[in-house]
């Protein structure tokens, strides 16, 4: 099936470090979506774009739209234990129905 | 408050039985999508629905799975007969539009032993 790379596939961080991970298309995108996945659950949406450029924030996550709109970034500011999880992005990658990424598994040591 | 509802949440089968697995899609919502999720193949698109018509089951294996939507408030997806390559998490999600925020449910795990 179609899935698109996310990079990197696990990150470890200290709890207060910075994390970001990258999706990114060989096609341009109508709009791109964000999820999360906490361990044992299932995928919670968190945000959608749809603009060229596109920056949208919710706290100390930042989701990015490239110019292109071929690639997606979630930045989270001084992670905390409640990040833990692995981030999904998902989209349009052909048709209209929506294919995830990769996904990115985020561990947060205390 | 609204939620997509998926039962069983766990299925243990030997191989060779017919799996079957439900879903209760949000009260509303158009489009309904089925996934499954791995650790080795991640989440994949397995099937998807609008308007109660199958778009796209390009995802499934067709000689043993199917998906069929006998009304507005119910999904299934079948297998038959299951195969321990089957073993994996099973996920429903509803959405007002295809390129709309899509809930999922809480899952089915499925194990073929």
């Known amino acids: 099936g179609q899935q698109v790379m996310q990079i990197p596939q696990y990150q470890h961080v200290q709890e207060g470090e910075d994390f970001t991970t990258y999706c990114n298309s060989s096609t341009t995108l109508s709009n791109i979506q964000w999820y999360k996945q906490r361990p044992g659950g299932h995928p919670v949406f968190l945000i959608q774009l749809v603009k060229s450029g596109e920056v949208k924030k919710q706290k100390r996550l930042t989701f990015q739209f490239g110019e292109a709109k071929k690639n997606s970034s979630l930045h989270i500011t001084a992670t905390q234990t409640t990040d833990v999880g692995t981030y999904f992005c998902?989209?349009?990658?052909?048709?209209?129905?929506?294919?995830f990424g990769t996904g990115t598994s985020l561990t947060v040591i205390p | 408050d609204a939620r997509v509802t998926q039962t069983p949440r766990h299925k243990v089968t030997e191989m060779g039985q017919e799996v079957t697995m439900r879903c209760q899609p949000i009260l509303g919502h158009n489009t309904v999508f089925w996934y499954r999720q791995t650790m080795m193949q991640g989440l994949e698109l397995l099937a998807y629905f609008r308007n109660r018509a199958p778009l796209d089951d390009s995802g499934m294996p067709k000689d043993r799975f199917s998906a069929e939507m006998p009304d507005a408030t119910l999904a299934t997806l079948k297998i038959q007969p299951s195969e321990p390559r089957d073993s994996a998490v099973y996920f429903c999600?509803?959405?007002?539009?295809?390129?709309?925020?899509?809930?999922f449910g809480q899952g089915t795990r499925l194990t073929v032993v």
């Open positions: 998902a989209g349009p990658w052909t048709g209209n129905q929506f294919y």
């Open positions: 999600a509803s959405a007002l539009r295809p390129d709309t925020e899509a809930f």
